[in-house]
């Protein structure tokens, strides 16, 4: 069978949208005002009208454009606060993730009688089991295995669901482990609301959304050649392996706020973070070895600015936002497009400017630049040393 067809893509949003243009509950919107919010941005002002109808959608806006809201707010909006069970399952692909989209239910919902549980892998389910039990929560927020267990086992009952959310599905519904769990899941649940949200949908990514989705889905994208992060300056710098280190030294030394360096490996992440530690510039490395306790540890020092450096791998490239973020660093070149744009997302989140640098070191790096600016339509300078950034765009705040 064809997937189903989406009929319509959203309009661009006019520039005065404002939230009290969706009539929200009035508790959400003295949370939104808590939170200093003051309008929607474009992707929320398209996507929350069709998701307040109650209609499917898929939606792709780049990395910092606030699609976590669309989903928090309209949630929110919508659940019954006066019917028993969970009524909402938000799934994700990582640990991180779920943990940052459960704060951010818990950060809107305030002045509301809103309850989450967060279920996530490597955490006794025990615990998660009686949470459930309990019977006094309205949300989930879970990664797909353990959400799939808890399903499995009796423990999570879908019967009350309202809501599915899918969020980062170019990678959750393609990742080959994914493909039992998430049937499990699809199986079981309800007739409901699905929305789905990424950065960016291959076209597999495309065509499995288009069988999750009910037919009359609604749109709201951008093209590939609107995913580039505009606000960042974006540089790179022709080096050799052994100039690489002198190179990040003298970028570490500019008057940034956080910064996040990829490296393509786990064990040049950490060689790399023992160097710069050797070199008095504190940093800590990421990478998917870690415990999960450690995991957790670091992500919530980091989101305090506790951290103010961190060295890691393409674990890191997704879905977290981190506001503190001005700089980001290709160490390594990453191997395709999609993971340039997830990456470098990591600066200039949140409608403020950044800095981001690829070291461009062989041949294959040289391939990969090439096909980033063409696929995204950007003119990436080229610059021979650290003093030719344009310090005062990257780090002023717009």
């Known amino acids: 069978m064809p997937p189903k067809k989406n009929t319509a893509e959203a309009p661009q949003a006019p520039s005065t949208a404002s939230f009290a243009d969706f009539n929200l509950r009035a508790e959400l919107t003295q949370a939104i005002t808590d939170n200093g919010f003051e309008r929607p941005s474009d992707v929320q002002a398209q996507a929350i009208p069709y998701c307040l109808e109650r209609r499917d959608v898929r939606v792709q806006a780049k990395s910092g454009k606030g699609k976590t809201c669309v989903f ?3 949630v929110l909006n919508m659940i019954d606060f006066t019917v028993p069970g969970i009524q909402c399952v938000v799934l994700c692909n990582t640990r991180e993730l779920a943990l940052q989209i459960a704060d951010e239910f818990s950060r809107f ?3 509301l009688p809103a309850k989450s549980v967060t279920l996530i892998g490597k955490t006794p389910a025990n615990i998660q089991i009686k949470q459930l039990q309990a019977n006094d929560a309205q949300i989930v927020v879970g990664t797909i295995g353990r959400t799939a267990d808890l399903i499995r086992r009796g423990d999570l009952k879908l019967d009350k669901l309202q809501f599915l959310v899918i969020d980062e599905a170019d990678q959750l519904l393609t990742a080959e482990e994914n493909k039992e769990p998430l049937a499990d899941i699809l199986a079981a649940k309800p ?3 699905t929305m789905v949200f990424s950065a960016t949908f291959s076209p597999e990514a495309k065509e499995l959304t288009g069988k999750v989705l009910r037919e009359g889905f609604r749109e709201v994208t951008v093209d590939d050649q609107q995913l580039v992060l505009h606000g960042l300056v974006q540089n790179y710098m022709k080096v050799t392996e052994q100039q690489k280190l002198d190179t990040l030294i003298e970028l570490l030394k500019l008057k940034f ?3 996040v360096v990829f490296t393509k490996s786990v064990e040049r992440a950490n060689v790399l973070s023992e160097f710069l530690n050797g070199q008095a510039i504190a940093c800590k490395a990421f990478v998917g070895r870690m415990s999960n306790d450690k995991r957790e540890e670091l992500y ?7 951290v103010r450096i961190i060295v890691c791998t393409d674990i890191f490239q997704r879905g977290v936002d981190f506001e503190g973020v001005n700089l980001v ?3 390594d070149m990453p191997d395709e497009t999609d993971a340039y744009l997830h990456r470098s997302g990591r ?6 400017n950044g800095l981001v640098v690829g070291f461009v070191a062989s041949e294959e790096d040289n391939k990969i630049l090439e096909s980033i600016q063409s696929r995204f339509a950007v003119k990436i300078q080229e610059i021979n040393n650290v003093a030719e950034i344009d310090v005062e765009r990257a780090f002023l705040a717009k």
């Open 191 to 193: 007739e409901c609301q």
């Open 72 to 74: 928090v707010l309209s």
């Open 347 to 352: 600066a200039g989140r949140f409608e403020t």
């Open 329 to 331: 660093v290709h160490f």
């Open 300 to 306: 919530r020092a980091f989101k305090k600015k506790d």
């Open 109 to 111: 919902s305030k002045h």
């Open 257 to 259: 706020t956080q910064a």
